[in-house]
């Protein structure tokens, strides 16, 4: 009996000395833990709170980046506390892209910045963060265009919403090839109705290993590796309030250009452009418009003027014409009259087609002349049809089918118009 009672008192007390060592413990650690700055406290205890929804009526407010001063262990252990969200997390809609070939071009060399840049050469990654992009632009809080929303506070070295686009990430790194293909790939399928359920509508994401201030305002809806893709709260969160559309317009970025024709073109073509007007309005007396149509131009390419910077002007000489057509030649002389003969045809240089009723517009180059033309758009050749002699008629081959004007005769066209309708509907 002694024997068996002595080995149970050494195990109470040393369960006791255990117990003991488990309560104080802690407490030294506490008492003895580096001091937290006060404004890291507040910050704490700001995330903690219920957040404040806000109302339907009121439109959220989009903060600025910054981040709460922790290392990422703790920001991890910090976030991975939050819970996710228990409310529905619907998918959203298609998006479907409807602009301009120029809109739509610079809106996929934005997209596929902002995937690459922000998620890596990582495709799951990419494509959640291009629905953020797509989710923002239908949300009234954002910009209405793509480019808008990528580079949305581009202009402040703090404070943009996507990083990359004010941390200089741009100037001090440029795509591989092969990762910028797959980068504008995948902007392509978002653009042209591809969806990425798991995140739903969200229009917020951080990386695991930071905790951004305004985390504390919406839910927590997903993770996708190692970024966590957040919502607004309350109304503002639902599938109603993404009920806004694409304008047309999107912005030249100059940060693009290096690896970007759509941004290139763009960035000096304007001044170019000016300049070219200028010199072309004085040597050839050719800026005007035909006196038989108002709305078309046949022009000689003023000297200088490279491939890039022909849209440019072509868009000067428009203006704010509806409808417009512009073709330019290298060299004189330039035809003063339509319908084009065969010959003016195949020496065409560039051409250019704006139906603004129809959405239409298309920017052409003689790719003969210029095989590596900005857009990858080239002219179709014109072939001609020998029509048989008919009595006290010439037997000189004639075109089956007259250029009417503000057609580009000998061009090649797209298949289908694009569709007017505002995107998302």
């Avoid at 255990?18 to 205890?45: D, E, M, W, Y």
């Avoid at 890596?120 to 265009?145: I, M, S």
């Avoid at 000689?300 to 428009?318: K, N, Q, V």
Wanted: neutral net charge; contains cysteine; charged residues 20%.
């Amino acid at each position: 009996m002694s024997d068996v009672s002595r080995p149970r008192g050494g195990i109470r007390a040393a369960l006791f000395v255990i117990a003991g060592t488990a309560s104080v413990v802690p407490a030294l650690l506490v008492a003895n833990a580096p001091a937290i700055p006060k404004a890291h406290r507040a910050a704490i205890k700001r995330l903690r709170q219920a957040p404040r929804v806000v109302p339907p009526a009121e439109l959220p407010p989009v903060e600025p980046v910054s981040f709460i001063d922790m290392t990422p262990d703790e920001a991890r252990a910090y976030n991975e506390g939050v819970p996710f969200s228990t409310d529905p997390n619907p998918a959203a809609l298609p998006f479907v892209y409807r602009a301009s070939a120029e809109d739509k071009a610079r809106a996929l060399d934005c997209l596929a910045a902002g995937v690459l840049y922000e998620a890596g050469d990582d495709a799951k990654g990419e494509q959640a963060v291009a629905q953020v992009v797509l989710n923002r632009l239908r949300h009234p809080a954002f910009p209405k265009t793509v480019c808008g929303v990528v580079f949305e506070g581009q202009e402040r070295s703090t404070g943009c919403q996507f990083t990359f686009s004010c941390d200089g990430a741009l100037t001090k790194w440029q795509p591989p090839e092969a990762a910028w293909a797959r980068a504008r790939e995948i902007a392509a399928m978002a653009l042209n109705g591809k969806v990425f359920r798991a995140v739903g509508h969200a229009t917020h994401y951080h990386t695991d290993w930071v905790v951004p201030y305004w985390q504390a305002s919406l839910d927590k809806v997903a993770r996708v590796g190692s970024h966590l893709f957040f919502r607004w709260s309350g109304w503002w969160g639902t599938p109603p309030a993404f009920n806004r559309h694409l304008v047309p317009g999107e912005p030249v970025i100059a940060q693009l250009a290096p690896f970007s024709p759509a941004h290139s073109a763009g960035t000096n073509a304007t001044d170019q452009a000016g300049a070219a007007l200028a010199e072309a309005g004085v040597a050839t007396g050719a800026a005007a418009p035909l006196a038989s149509d108002p709305d078309m131009f046949l022009v000689a390419l003023p000297a200088g003027l490279t491939p890039e910077g022909f849209p440019a002007y072509a868009l000067t000489l428009c203006g704010e014409r509806k409808h417009c057509t512009v073709m330019m030649w290298r060299e004189a002389p330039v035809p003063q009259t339509v319908p084009l003969t065969q010959v003016q045809m195949e020496t065409m240089a560039f051409s250019y087609l704006r139906d603004m009723g129809a959405g239409l517009e298309r920017t052409l180059w003689n790719c003969k002349f210029y095989p590596a033309s900005p857009s990858g758009r080239c002219m179709k050749r014109q072939t001609l049809t020998i029509v048989p002699p008919q009595p006290g008629l010439s037997a000189a081959p004639q075109p089956t089918a007259t250029p009417t004007p503000g057609e580009l005769g000998g061009v090649r066209r797209a298949s289908a118009v694009p569709d007017t309708k505002p995107a998302g509907e």
